[in-house]
Structure formats: structure tokens, C-alpha cells
């Protein structure tokens, strides 16, 4: 089973730009839809964005025109490009695989989003 390991959270303040990075244990071209969650204190863990192994992308209302999700396969690693950040932004972001059974959860990345 592939694990990931997820890096590049911070404390910015508002307005502010991040760069998620997340590399697999192993080869991610065959996962066909990988993504980026994140979980708020007290709340549930929710997807942000996906991106295909074909590059075709979705993302959440609330970071529409401000994340950018991107995959290297050959480096196994998705990325996720944060620009505008507001404070609720604030959570642990996990990346991981969009597929049946997946529980391979990495221990996430914290971003801080605060004046």
C-alpha cells in the first residue's frame, strides 16, 4: 500500500501564498484521481481539490481561483498551490488517493492562516 508524506504548511497571515507538497512511498500513475483534504479543529476531514492522472482537475467552492492541484507521477508527488489564503483556510491538509478503502492517511501538514 503506497503512504504519503505531506509537507510545506505554515503560519502566513491573510493574503498570503503556501505550497503543499505530498510524495508517495510509491508509484502513483496508477491511481487514477488523487487529492488534497483537509480537517479544521472539531470538524470533519473534506475534500479541497483532485486532479487526474490525465491532469483534469475539480475543486471546492470555497478555494475555486485561489488553490492550484497539480500531479508529477514521475516524481510521485501531487502538489497543492495556496494564493490568497484566508483565515479559514486554517486546517491539517492531507493528500491522498480518491479511491474505495482508502485509509493510508500521512500525518498531514498544518496551515495557519491568522493576522
Known amino acids: 500500500q503506497v503512504h504519503f508524506v505531506e509537507s510545506g504548511g505554515g503560519s502566513v497571515q491573510p493574503g498570503g501564498s503556501l505550497r503543499l507538497s505530498c510524495v508517495a512511498s510509491?508509484?502513483?500513475?496508477?491511481?487514477?484521481?488523487m487529492a488534497w483534504y483537509r480537517q479544521a479543529p472539531g470538524k470533519q476531514r473534506d475534500l479541497v481539490a483532485t486532479v487526474t492522472s490525465g491532469g483534469s482537475t475539480t475543486y471546492e467552492d470555497s478555494v475555486k481561483g485561489r488553490f492550484t492541484i497539480s500531479r508529477d507521477n514521475a516524481e510521485k508527488s501531487v502538489y497543492l498551490q495556496m494564493n490568497s489564503l484566508k483565515p479559514e483556510d486554517t486546517a491539517v491538509y492531507y493528500c491522498?488517493?480518491?479511491?474505495?478503502?482508502?485509509?493510508?492517511w500521512g500525518q498531514g501538514t498544518q496551515v495557519t492562516v491568522s493576522a
Open positions: 510509491g508509484a502513483i500513475y496508477s491511481i487514477a484521481i
Open positions: 491522498g488517493a480518491v479511491q474505495p478503502g482508502f485509509n493510508s
